[in-house]
């Protein structure tokens, strides 16, 4: 049966309860997926008594990474976790004995899995949602994915957000896989939709190449999900894309472009602020985050907040 069951109307969002670094949050305590390594370690705090305790709810367990300890299932390697309608969904990457290998992340295993897992808030279970995308590492070589909770994003562009979003019933998940180094080791990356009652998938985005961009920053508002791309070759943005739910298509905001903008008003000239670019949506405009700068090095730069019109995705 659905893990939705008959609800006519699915639970809303929680955009505040996802990212690389969520802290996520119920009426009784917190949850984090945060660990002093890059595998997975879910954490429950509870507010009434200040306990904190690992997500397991066996009392015998050494929590060694085994398949019986839902707090660091399988060694998993975190992309991001997302609260959602009463669970923690997780996205991570695992080796086909559980293991990626050590903290250099060369694996001991042949088939390499990017996937999302369901656990409960009691920690008593977490089962596979579903599978992203995997393949066969034969030769042994140096698996490179997208950075999550810590880094090791493709072309040093990991301070861009891959996070995984939930909205409306369906997880969006970026994804890349690489072996060794050079063009033959790209495997795939891109963007899937997966149902969470069904674990199905579709794919939304493929990459050509590594070039193409990993879709990161994604927001997602009403009827369609909103995308950044950053350039493999560790130059530019593209733009931003819009996914239109109903219609299953892509289509780049031209006037939403990385970064050749330069925004001149107020008597300044403003270009978007790269390092910590992300993207806001209400119902009528996008939000992005700036700041100005002026030929005379002397003078100060201002933060600033763009607003755009989120039809036409001309400058307000």
Known sequence: GSVFGKKEVLPSDEPWNHGPYAIMETEA??????ATQIYLCLRYYEKESGNTILLCNKPECLHE?????????????VINTVLYDGFIYVYGVQGANGRLGGKEDSPT???VSLCLWRASLDGSS???????FEAENTQNQKVETIGGLYGG???????YDKSFIIHQGYAYLPYSLQFGTGQKGFQ??????????????????????????VPSNLVAYDDAVYSLRYAG??????????????DKTIEAMKDLNFPDARLPFGGRNHAFTESI???AITKDRIYLLGHSYEEKEEEDGLLSIFAFDLETGKLL
Not at 126 to 132: A, E, Q
């Open 29 to 34: 305590g917190w949850y984090t997926s945060h």
């Open 65 to 77: 990474s085994d398949d019986g300890c839902v707090a660091t299932y399988r060694a998993v390697n």
């Open 109 to 111: 295993t042949e088939t």
């Open 126 to 132: 977490i089962d596979k949602v579903g599978t992203v």
């Open 153 to 159: 994003g493709m072309n040093n562009s990991s301070i």
């Open 188 to 213: 795939g990356g891109g963007l899937v939709r997966m149902e969470l009652a069904t674990g199905k998938t579709e794919e939304i985005y493929t990459m050509e190449g590594k070039i193409n961009g």
């Open 233 to 246: 070759n560790g130059t530019k943005w593209l733009p931003l894309y819009r996914y239109s739910i109903k």
């Open 277 to 279: 670019l992300s993207v």
